[in-house]
């Protein structure tokens, strides 16, 4: 999902400006970012999905789509598939594949640190934008560390790789997560000071939450520790 104030931006920054604009997604699902931007007028639309059976519900449910050539859901790990399908090309490129419910998906379900690696080798132009999801959690991926396999965790050193791009950063709050903007030179983004401060305030009780979480597993853990020790 793209917040209507970021579809505000792009429409006006970028597709008011250029009607043969284009994005590319990782992260299909079942297709609610990618018709976001069909509607708001991208030309083309390319989406990376791991899981098939959400390729094949999205083949069904976007038929038209596909046959106008407007949509292109690839069948893939994204961190794998980037390097076939990112160009200068695109205008928007949306990074949020991460996670799965399928276990044999599981080892292959945190590609970010490897998506952002190959674009910040290949560099970014300044007619585009880079957004990641859900940043709220790859910026406090310790309150994630519980699950062997959480992609949140998996995904610790995201923030070291974004300090190395040479371009405006900015992190936008919306109700309970936020967005990384990683923006190109030939826009000029303003924050909205006031949303952003209250989404600010308001996503404390995202972070109290699992920040509770743990603390308990911290007192769970060392309860073990002790009682073990006292067998
Ligand atoms: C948060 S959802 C995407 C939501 C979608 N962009 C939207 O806004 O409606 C994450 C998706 O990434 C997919 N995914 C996880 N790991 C992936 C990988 N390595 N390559 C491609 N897709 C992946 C999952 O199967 C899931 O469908």
Redesign the pocket.
């Known amino acids: 999902?793209?917040t209507n104030d970021l579809q505000t931006f792009i429409k006006k920054n970028i597709i008011d400006k250029n009607i043969n604009s284009k994005y590319l997604?990782?992260?299909?699902?079942?297709?609610?970012?990618?018709f976001e931007m069909l509607s708001l007028g991208f030309k083309k639309v390319v989406s990376?999905?791991?899981?098939e059976n959400?390729v094949k519900e999205g083949e069904k449910k976007f038929s038209t789509f596909i046959k106008d050539q407007r949509l292109e859901i690839v069948k893939?790990?994204?961190?794998e598939k980037i390097p076939k399908y990112f160009s200068d090309e695109f205008d928007v490129i949306?990074l949020?594949?991460?996670?799965?419910t399928e276990k044999d998906?599981k080892g292959?379900?945190a590609?970010l640190e490897r998506e952002l690696k190959f674009i910040l080798n290949k560099g970014l132009k300044d007619h585009q934008l880079l957004i990641i999801?859900d940043y709220i959690k790859i910026k406090h991926f310790y309150l994630f560390a519980y699950n062997g396999y959480d992609w949140r965790y998996l995904v610790r050193k995201t923030k070291n790789l974004i300090k190395k791009f040479d371009k405006n950063i900015y992190e936008i709050p919306y109700k309970n997560n936020s967005f990384l903007l990683v923006v190109g030179n030939d826009y000029k983004f303003s924050k909205n000071y006031f949303k952003n401060l209250f989404f600010k305030i308001y996503n404390l009780g995202f972070f109290s939450k699992y920040f509770i979480f743990l603390i308990k597993r911290i007192i769970k853990f060392y309860l073990k520790k002790i009682l073990k020790k006292q067998v």
Request: net charge negative; proline share 3%.
């Open positions: 999902m793209i997604e990782t992260g299909f699902l079942e297709g609610r970012s990618a990376i999905e791991i899981d959400f893939g790990d994204s961190a949306f949020d594949a991460h996670g799965t998906l292959k379900s590609p999801d």
